[in-house]
């Protein structure tokens, strides 16, 4: 029986070619773009968990009265709680951002400027789950020992035996020797913990290697530069654990600022466990969650599909129903046969799924840039999850066919009393309708998204970043004859004729400031003003002019201004932010008043207008402006002509001034853009999941566009006999259709705007939801919908209506 069942289901998809390849290609593509998505969900929930204990696992988080969080902390609160709390059983610390520099293979020799390079405790390789290739993660603990990832070790020392050699590594610490301890397994997408190369934290303990730096002190209390992770023993209580740690800094620290320690689960630190979560993550669970949200919905816009599609055809197979029915066939038996069907149709397009999964696997990682493949799958239940739906989609989808099919009753079949049940019109007209309030809205998501995008790409800055070149200072060679060499050539850019204007600084726009920090009052500060805290940008004398920044009240720095020790400065300028939140009522107000900074006294002697430092999806801090001469950043406006040519000269005179040093540099504009690399990954995943979606309603549409067709081919034939024309066969045939359509627009528009707009909420700079989205969304939806439909009303129309008529 099975076996004749199995034949007559594979007669049936090939007597039935078009409706056979609709629903194979539907399900193939819903089936893969199902299974890509859950690729990158199970990607994003995997982040961080391969670590052996990373459900002991905490990290140090700092959280401000305004809800602000970061994972910088000070150092020396890690010994001291593992002196204190017993529940911890060991810590790790690391630090990145202090740790940059310009890596050299010898005197002399080649170098590179590093990035991803961070000091770290001697434990870390045991403390988190990093596969060493070579050596004893003990190495690390001693002091002057680099473990390089193994891409690294290759591109500094090739196919030679890394472990031994040595490099020099000139930073804000000066130049410090380095031996090679280890290698370790590159770092990949599935941890947060990302370095190229990590220097071990016990050479920070040697004065001799912090060049006068005393802020860097493992021991210390006031400064924010450390990551701090906690293991804690079994059965401890995180939240009683982090009450003592508040305790321990109100006791010990000197800072009034009112931040409090959270512990954040090292499980939650690139996906918080809920959208409310206010600690800070690397990830957005925002958007791993609308994602999935989109897998299944383009898989039911598939299985809604295949519904449509075989009740539409159920009048077809209704003579056989009735034969079988009497020869002995019980609604069971004939529900199993048509359910067979509907397996092996969804076993096909399964089939033809995997092979476009094998097949666009290099174009999806491309896409998101990210690898990803099928065994990611394996790290997380999701794959149990997302095979346990399409088996149920699948079985229910065909279940429901089966039913509807196996219903038909004999005597009335077998005298041709076949009705279209009204029930099951109804339900297909409310199938297309999902079809397209899911179609709609995705391609409304696409349209906002993008102008969202847009509205952050091309909004005002407040600063001019054309043809502004940025050149990261020197690390080598920063001798005794260095501000010499470094003013001659500031002064050798001042000659050049392509260069417009330039300046030095220790911060730029569009990266971070040199720091944040609290504890400024004025004469009329409120109580707790000292804590709110204002961002901290050190600049030289050109710096507004060549960034184009206007001054609103007072003066710029002078260069004499600029040319003094750190501590013997007594002069800021403040943006109109930092006005604001220091209470001042105007930019003229604050130039009459001397702020204070903890126990210091500054004048203000100028308000600068607000500009958007680091980029439109942050709000405009208040910024404190601090003088001083530095050669971290040289930015350079040039001409816009030849640039490449330009940029070779430059290099050229820097390297003359600066020998041994990499000329790095980048353009303000470009690394501007570089802040909405998230962004622009997610637009092109929804406008391609939108994409997709809308072809496959489509599908079914021209499937049902089909079978209207066929079912009126007499009715057509008529109606042309009596003198109708093409276009109005095509209205005939599209109206119904159109109006489905038209439904699903109304029921979409308000569901769409509702959870858009709640997305808008994450962007202080955001886009207004105007009525125009929603009539080219719209239009967009109809003009799809009458192009489907029509190419087969007009294949109709054009139809000769004798043979219409004769075929009937």
Known sequence: MIQNYLKIAFRNLLRNKVYTFIHVLGLGLGISAFVFILEYVSLEKSVNQFHTNVDRMYRLVNVATDGASWGEVEPGWAALAKERFPEIEDYCRFADGIASGVMQKAEGGESFKEESIGYVEGNFFEFFTFPLLKGSAEALKQPNVIFLSESTAAKYFGKTEAPGKTLLLHNQFGKTTFTVGGIYKDMTDLSDIRYDM??????????????????????????????????????????????????LRNELSQENDGIVFRLQAATNIHLAPSLNDPLLTTGNVKYVYMLAGIALLILLIAWFNYINLSTANALKRANEVGVRKVIGATQAHLIGQFLGE???????????????????????????????????????????????????????????????LSRFKVIE???????????????????????????????????????????????????????????SGPQIGKDSTFATRSNAFVQTLAEQSFVQEYATSNVVPS?????????????????????????????????????GISIKAGRNFTPQETDVEWNNNSKVMLNERAVAELGFSSPEEAIQTKIKWDERYLEVIGVVA???HTSLKNSIDPIIFYPQKSAVYYSIRLTPEGMGDKVAKL?????????????????????????????????????????????IACLGLFGLA????????????????LGASVSSVVMLLSKDFLALVGVAILIASPVAAYFLNQWLQDFPYRIAMEWWIFVAAAGLALLIAFVTVGFQSVKAGLMNPVDSLRSE
Not at 443 to 462: D, K, N
Not at 534 to 542: H, L, N, P, T, W
């Open 342 to 404: 509907s397996l092996l149709t969804n076993g096909l397009g399964f089939c033809f799924a995997l092979m476009l999964v094998g097949t666009l696997q290099p174009l999806f990682a491309e896409l998101i840039g990210k690898q990803v493949s099928l065994q990611i799958l394996g790290n997380t239940p999701f794959w149990m999850y997302g095979l346990g739906l399409l088996l149920a989609g699948s079985v229910l989808s065909g279940l429901y066919s089966a039913w509807i």
């Open 413 to 471: 079949t077998l005298k041709g009393k076949r009705t279209s049940n009204s029930r099951g019109i109804w339900l297909r007209k409310g199938l297309v309708v999902g079809q397209f309030v899911i179609s709609t809205s995705l391609i409304l998501a696409t349209i906002v998204i993008y102008s969202q995008l847009r509205h952050l790409q091309t909004g005002e800055l407040g600063i001019n970043t054309e043809q502004l070149l940025v050149v």
């Open 198 to 247: 990590v220097l071990s934290l016990e050479t920070l303990k040697s004065p001799a290697n912090t060049n006068g730096n005393d802020w860097v002190r493992l021991d210390n209390l006031d400064n924010q530069y450390i990551n701090a992770f906690f293991l804690v023993r079994e059965q401890a209580n995180y939240q009683e654990l982090e009450a003592k740690f508040n305790t």
């Open 511 to 547: 990266r971070y400031y040199n720091f944040r920090t609290s504890g400024f009052t004025q004469p009329g500060s409120k109580p707790k003003d000292e804590l709110k805290s204002y961002a901290f940008a050190v600049i030289g004398d050109r710096y507004l002019k060549t960034y």
């Open 651 to 695: 290099e050229k005179l820097y390297k003359t001034s600066f020998p041994g040093n990499p000329f790095d540099f980048f353009f303000m504009d470009e690394n501007y853009q570089k802040a909405y690399y998230e962004e622009q990954q997610y637009g092109k995943l929804f406008t391609t999941a939108s994409l997709l979606a809308v072809f």
């Open 706 to 721: 089909t079978y209207t067709v066929e079912s009126r081919t007499k009715e057509i034939g008529v109606r042309k006999v």
């Open 610 to 612: 607000d500009y958007h």
